[in-house]
């Protein structure tokens, strides 16, 4: 009995030690099972800068109009959202298939139908108060039209 105890004793204090690693770990280090959630996945420390992105839908005709669309919109959790937008701006593989993914969304969910899908970039700076704008301006960086998601093209970077 006492051979069960101490290894169920060891097993709780392993667990409670790598979660302690975890609270104080350096920037940036990864430890499975204890970091790879997505309420972990976007935690910053002071001094850390951080591209934001975020998704808007440009209108037809003579004088465009460009709206924000949410994740909640697209009925998208925001973690998801956010990694789906930081892949298209990466240029990553699945950056088509995403963006195909983003139009068939958007065109099923917002209305009126936007002509075009833009990501949108803005850099902060974490800070003990909270983030703070690098750049204070949302800058356009990737552009496709919502009918031809294969053509996406660069704005600005």
Request: aromatic share 8%; glycine share 6%; charged share 20%.
């Given at each position: 009995m006492l051979a069960k105890k101490s290894l169920v004793?060891?097993?709780v204090v392993?667990?409670?030690?790598?979660?302690l690693h975890a609270i104080v770990r350096p920037?940036?280090?990864r430890l499975w099972p204890f970091l790879d959630f997505p309420m972990y996945s976007d935690s910053y420390h002071e001094?850390?800068?951080?591209t934001m992105h975020e998704l808007r839908g440009r209108s037809c005709g003579t004088a465009p109009a460009v709206s924000p669309i949410r994740a909640s919109t697209l009925h998208l959790l925001p973690f998801r959202y956010r990694r789906m937008l930081r892949r298209i701006?990466?240029?990553?593989?699945?950056?088509?298939e995403l963006r195909g993914?983003?139009?068939n969304?958007?065109?099923?969910?917002?209305?009126?139908r936007p002509c075009a899908l833009q990501v949108w970039e803005r850099g902060v700076v974490v800070t003990r108060?909270?983030?703070?704008?690098?750049?204070?301006?949302?800058?356009?960086?990737?552009?496709?039209?919502?009918?031809d998601p294969t053509t996406a093209r660069v704005i600005s970077r």
């Amino acid at each position: 009995m006492l051979a069960k105890k101490s290894l169920v004793a060891a097993v709780v204090v392993s667990c409670l030690a790598l979660q302690l690693h975890a609270i104080v770990r350096p920037a940036g280090a990864r430890l499975w099972p204890f970091l790879d959630f997505p309420m972990y996945s976007d935690s910053y420390h002071e001094g850390d800068a951080v591209t934001m992105h975020e998704l808007r839908g440009r209108s037809c005709g003579t004088a465009p109009a460009v709206s924000p669309i949410r994740a909640s919109t697209l009925h998208l959790l925001p973690f998801r959202y956010r990694r789906m937008l930081r892949r298209i701006v990466a240029d990553r593989p699945t950056a088509a298939e995403l963006r195909g993914r983003f139009s068939n969304l958007v065109g099923t969910s917002v209305t009126p139908r936007p002509c075009a899908l833009q990501v949108w970039e803005r850099g902060v700076v974490v800070t003990r108060r909270g983030a703070r704008p690098t750049n204070p301006q949302w800058q356009p960086i990737r552009e496709w039209a919502i009918d031809d998601p294969t053509t996406a093209r660069v704005i600005s970077r």
